[in-house]
């Protein structure tokens, strides 16, 4: 197990976060920026959701109309955007998302909410 795992050493229990910003710090300057204006590929970026320091939810092929249920179903727990994300579908965190999720919440519909959306 791993030490962010329910159980693992050291481990705090299973968590999630959901920060989402005023409108006003999503399109002007605000927390998230500073971490996305250090490289120009990010710039362009909108973070809505800012659940922690080094990460954000921004875009992940679904509509921003789809992120809120989303983000309620997911309870924000740890890893859940990057179960949206296609290029993340092979790591060990999604896996770990997918794992741990259903065990946590007996509401989960893993198969609808969290796969990568139309590109």
Excluded: K
């Amino acid at each position: 197990m791993r030490a962010h795992e329910p159980g693992g050493p050291g481990a705090e229990p299973a968590s999630g976060r959901i920060n989402v910003r005023p409108a006003a710090e999503v399109f002007g300057p605000g927390p998230g920026r500073e971490f996305l204006d250090e490289d120009v590929r990010f710039r362009p970026v909108r973070p809505f959701d800012i659940f922690t320091s080094e990460a954000c939810g921004a875009t992940t092929g679904h509509t921003a109309e789809a992120y809120p249920d989303r983000a309620i179903a997911s309870r924000g727990l740890w890893m859940w955007l990057g179960a949206l994300c296609p290029s993340l579908q092979d790591s060990r965190e999604v896996a770990d998302f997918r794992r741990v999720m259903p065990q946590l919440f007996d509401d989960d519909d893993d198969d609808d909410l969290f796969r990568p959306g139309p590109r």
